[in-house]
């Protein structure tokens, strides 16, 4: 009787463990199975722009941006296109429409806080053609991006090659090329002076009228906002400044802030009068 006992609880209990795997296993399969978004179909840029078709696509086939992530996509088609961003589920399935453009040249720009989704589906549609890039959107506000091909590459300064002159407009320039889109916060440019130490000291700009500070007061206040633009492998983000005003000629150390969590990049430049 008592062997008999044993044998019936070891049965009972191992009849429930596997109820119990069971019943976890039915309750993980749809996530597990729901939890990859299929085959992206990303636009072969190259190919579009010999049909007459210029869309800048920042995106990888899968990527994910924080909810403080910008997308600005820039159009000049012979024929209309049309850019969308849909709200999608776990498996890709349209849930609602953020925003949709149809244009001939111009611009797509979407901010992904307004977004209001988890996932979405950055699409372009080019006669019958339709292409699509998966976004997953964290809840978080941090800059770096994450894709198929891992993590971004820190990008490069670009200036014009010439020597500056005092009070030339100029274009700084931010190349990504790595294989990963890149987050950039935007450019915060300080220029540099030789110091009697052999070193470098930082020049007073006021950031509202470009010109040298040479009085304490009646700086200007300039805040950036806290949006990250999406720039794409091998893209160029730039901006257009102009070099300070009431410097003397020189050899001067420009450097070039682009986010809070990394480094600024640095070039020194030759400003003529």
């Not at 990888?60 to 910008?70: F, G, I, K, Q």
């Not at 540099?192 to 007061?217: F, K, Q």
Request: charged residues 20%; positive net charge; hydrophobic residues 40%.
């Amino acid at each position: 009787m008592r062997v008999g006992s044993l044998e019936s609880g070891a049965i009972l209990g191992n009849m429930v463990r596997s109820a119990l795997l069971a019943v976890v296993a039915v309750l993980l399969a749809p996530a597990v199975a729901g939890a990859a978004l299929p085959a992206a179909n990303p636009p072969d840029v190259a190919a579009l722009k010999a049909q007459g078709v210029e869309v800048e696509w920042p995106l990888t086939a899968s990527v994910e941006l924080s909810r403080m992530h910008y997308l600005n996509l820039r159009v000049r088609s012979r024929k209309p296109v049309t850019l969308s961003l849909i709200a999608v589920g776990r498996k890709g399935r349209p849930l609602r429409s953020v925003a949709r453009k149809t244009l001939r040249s111009g611009t797509f720009e979407q901010y992904l806080v307004m977004a209001r989704a988890r996932r979405l589906a950055l699409r372009l549609d080019v006669g019958k053609q339709r292409y699509w890039s998966w976004i997953t959107v964290r809840a978080d506000d941090r800059p770096a991006v994450t894709c198929e091909h891992g993590t971004e590459t820190a990008p490069t300064l670009q200036l014009p090659a010439a020597p500056l002159r005092l009070g030339q407009p100029f274009n700084v320039g931010l190349r990504n090329g790595g294989r990963c889109p890149l987050g950039v916060l935007g450019l915060d440019l300080t220029w540099y002076r030789p110091s009697a130490d052999g070193g470098w000291e930082s020049v007073p700009i006021d950031c509202g009228t470009g010109a040298l500070i040479t009085e304490p007061t009646g700086r200007s206040i300039c805040d950036r906002v806290g949006v990250v633009d999406v720039v794409g492998p091998g893209a160029i983000y730039d901006e257009r400044t102009t070099t300070p005003s009431g410097l003397p000629p020189g050899r001067y150390l420009l450097k070039a802030r682009w986010r809070d969590d990394q480094p600024p990049l640095q070039r020194e430049v030759d400003l003529v009068a």
